[in-house]
């Protein structure tokens, strides 16, 4: 049988799911999805580096099981999520001649899950589909709560659909294959669940930051947790009118960075989150709302992990701060012009504000890109 | 006030919604949406050809009502469901910085209710939408219940969403613009509900056909019958797992002629499904289901209509019975690889059918074509 650290339930009536938690889930996969979902095909999405790594695991596994499937493979990186790969996935599963009540298997990290699950959801008008995600980031996070999408030269996940999985299988072994960078940028949003309204668990990771990142028991720990957080909030607000935009903290500054830098190699979405969450203490604290102290301890967590704390780290020249106010402006917590934000009151207090005066922010950006 | 001739309400709970069926609604969609959605933006998608005919009429109401919109004119005809118009369509959105609050308004037939409430459904995960249905088949069928969509090389309608309008505004003035043909085609739906399951309501069309067509009283009271009729449907099966399926009888075989024929002008949409109804009718009687004078009674009175009844009766040259069969085939309805079909006892007895044999389909076929 599969070995299963943990099991976090989705409690979302009708499109409830668990997420499993172990040391070798995608070779597990085949026999797992054989016994829950008996006789269905498979429509796997995957990208160029996944397949390499992970790929023979996962088709070795569904063959053992006596399984049908199809392979879609991608260009990595943030710009496979574009109108064209949807089309070119949405128009593979329909070659492949899948049913409506067959499965995509998202495997890959945040911009394959939210990609496979985006074109899952508007196949045939919905196909069911199961996660397997390989990133840091998309364990804890993207592979999470059923936001799915691509980007618009607009701004980032414009486009979409909310689309929960049936599944997800988050196996610890495919993070040892993560570059170091890539895991930093997924190491963001777990420290994001602390800052929201979790000090403890904050605390816990400054103490267990090295463990976590080495591999011991504390990184299938870290994970459990953050995606417990995540579907505790998914439930209360699974559509996002209300609490779930907490989850959106340092997303605004952070969404704005990554579409001045591209969504290209400059900065990864992690690192954009990373700065984000930084500004975003540091903003609070400048309204008087949060003390300054808590904003240096935020930076200081990240920079020990490898990630980028400040404009200044992010390689070349930034656009203006016109340009970057523009782009928080389409960002899409946006409600008849107010600028919303996620701010905070501390470590562990963070709110929704969504009365942010736009001369506040652009003062504040101008001021930290001048240093 | 508005002068409504008559009002369905499709209850579906937190996503319920009226359909206004009166003389000159689309002159009081400003009025209306104004007192219904106050505070909103607008998002107009629309056609060429509709944008002559009805685009002003609408634009004089919102801007009378004081209502700020941006407008996107597409090509008119089938071909616009495509994925580079759902680009267009989420893009213009997206450039009109219209919000998730604001609202799309789908100004036209089938194809731009599909598609714009596609768009809607897709953009910032979802914007609501209003229905403004300017041909008979719109407003009879495709405005109503939710299903929106684009077209794949593959088939039909194969790429969409369930998404329900927040309102939908059948102005019967509208349908004085329309090509015969095109009113035609539209009552081929409008047969269809009483084909389905109301017996009486297709004696009533025998008998009100002429004054229908004519634009008499009938005609708002065939359209109120048809959305009543649709609307009881919906609100049982929102996402087709059952008894909707009923509301694709003569589909199957309609969606397979219009592929092979292009999507093109040689075969209306409606002008496949009345052919498909006569081909469900007569594959029935061939099986020994239903009395063979219904299959000629229903051929008799779509003819009446001026609706194309059989195979030769489309221009141009078909595929081979093996391309049609291919394309059945493709179809959303198909489970585990049998197929399944709207079969009739007689009229107003259809029934759903899925272990239909292939080959028993085949032979019917190859009879029907060479007549």
């Given at each position: 049988?599969?070995?299963?650290?943990?099991?976090?339930?989705?409690?979302?009536?009708?499109?409830?799911?668990?997420?499993?938690?172990?040391?070798?889930?995608?070779?597990?996969?085949?026999?797992?999805?054989?016994?829950?979902?008996?006789?269905?095909?498979?429509?796997?999405?995957?990208?160029?580096?996944?397949?390499?790594?992970?790929?023979?695991?996962?088709?070795?596994?569904?063959?053992?099981?006596?399984?049908?499937?199809?392979?879609?493979?991608?260009?990595?990186?943030?710009?496979?999520?574009?109108?064209?790969?949807?089309?070119?996935?949405?128009?593979?599963?329909?070659?492949?001649?899948?049913?409506?009540?067959?499965?995509?298997?998202?495997?890959?990290?945040?911009?394959?899950?939210?990609?496979?699950?985006?074109?899952?959801?508007?196949?045939?008008?919905?196909?069911?589909?199961?996660?397997?995600?390989?990133?840091?980031?998309?364990?804890?996070?993207?592979?999470?709560?059923?936001?799915?999408?691509?980007?618009?030269?607009?701004?980032?996940?414009?486009?979409?659909?909310?689309?929960?999985?049936?599944?997800?299988?988050?196996?610890?072994?495919?993070?040892?294959?993560?570059?170091?960078?890539?895991?930093?940028?997924?190491?963001?949003?777990?420290?994001?669940?602390?800052?929201?309204?979790?000090?403890?668990?904050?605390?816990?990771?400054?103490?267990?930051?090295?463990?976590?990142?080495?591999?011991?028991?504390?990184?299938?720990?870290?994970?459990?947790?953050?995606?417990?957080?995540?579907?505790?909030?998914?439930?209360?607000?699974?559509?996002?009118?209300?609490?779930?935009?907490?989850?959106n903290l340092g997303h605004t500054f952070g969404h704005a960075l990554e579409?001045d830098?591209?969504?290209?190699?400059?900065?990864?979405?992690?690192?954009g989150v990373a700065i984000g969450m930084v500004l975003a203490h540091g903003f609070?604290?400048?309204?008087?709302?949060?003390?300054?102290?808590?904003?240096?301890?935020?930076?200081?967590?990240?920079?020990?992990?490898?990630?980028?704390?400040?404009l200044?780290?992010?390689?070349?020249?930034?656009?203006?701060?016109?340009?970057l106010?523009?782009a928080i402006?389409?960002d899409?917590?946006?409600?008849?012009?107010?600028?919303?934000f996620i701010?905070?009151?501390?470590?562990?207090?963070?709110?929704?504000?969504?009365?942010?005066?736009?001369?506040?922010v652009?003062?504040f950006l101008?001021?930290k890109?001048?240093?």
């Amino acid at each position: 049988m599969a070995s299963i650290d943990h099991t976090v339930h989705v409690a979302l009536g009708e499109r409830a799911y668990d997420i499993l938690i172990g040391p070798k889930l995608i070779d597990e996969a085949g026999a797992l999805l054989a016994e829950k979902f008996p006789g269905r095909r498979y429509g796997i999405v995957t990208d160029e580096t996944v397949a390499k790594a992970q790929l023979p695991r996962l088709v070795a596994g569904l063959e053992t099981a006596g399984l049908s499937y199809d392979t879609i493979v991608l260009p990595a990186g943030e710009a496979t999520k574009s109108y064209a790969m949807l089309e070119r996935v949405v128009e593979g599963l329909l070659a492949a001649k899948l049913e409506r009540g067959d499965l995509v298997i998202a495997l890959g990290g945040g911009v394959i899950g939210d990609l496979a699950g985006f074109a899952a959801s508007i196949t045939r008008r919905g196909m069911d589909f199961v996660q397997i995600p390989t990133s840091l980031l998309a364990q804890v996070d993207s592979s999470v709560g059923g936001k799915t999408g691509i980007n618009s030269p607009h701004g980032k996940n414009l486009v979409g659909a909310f689309h929960q999985p049936k599944l997800v299988l988050a196996d610890l072994s495919a993070l040892d294959t993560l570059a170091p960078r890539q895991f930093a940028a997924g190491y963001a949003e777990v420290v994001k669940y602390g800052l929201i309204d979790d000090p403890d668990f904050f605390e816990w990771l400054e103490a267990n930051r090295a463990e976590i990142f080495a591999g011991g028991p504390a990184r299938g720990e870290a994970i459990a947790r953050c995606c417990a957080h995540k579907a505790r909030v998914v439930i209360e607000d699974e559509k996002e009118t209300g609490v779930r935009a907490l989850l959106n903290l340092g997303h605004t500054f952070g969404h704005a960075l990554e579409k001045d830098t591209g969504y290209s190699d400059r900065l990864l979405h992690g690192e954009g989150v990373a700065i984000g969450m930084v500004l975003a203490h540091g903003f609070s604290s400048r309204l008087g709302l949060a003390p300054g102290q808590d904003s240096g301890r935020v930076a200081a967590h990240l920079k020990l992990a490898g990630l980028p704390t400040t404009l200044a780290d992010i390689p070349g020249t930034l656009g203006s701060t016109d340009v970057l106010m523009a782009a928080i402006a389409q960002d899409k917590k946006v409600t008849r012009g107010a600028l919303t934000f996620i701010l905070t009151r501390g470590i562990g207090q963070a709110f929704i504000e969504k009365n942010v005066d736009p001369e506040k922010v652009r003062a504040f950006l101008e001021e930290k890109r001048s240093i």
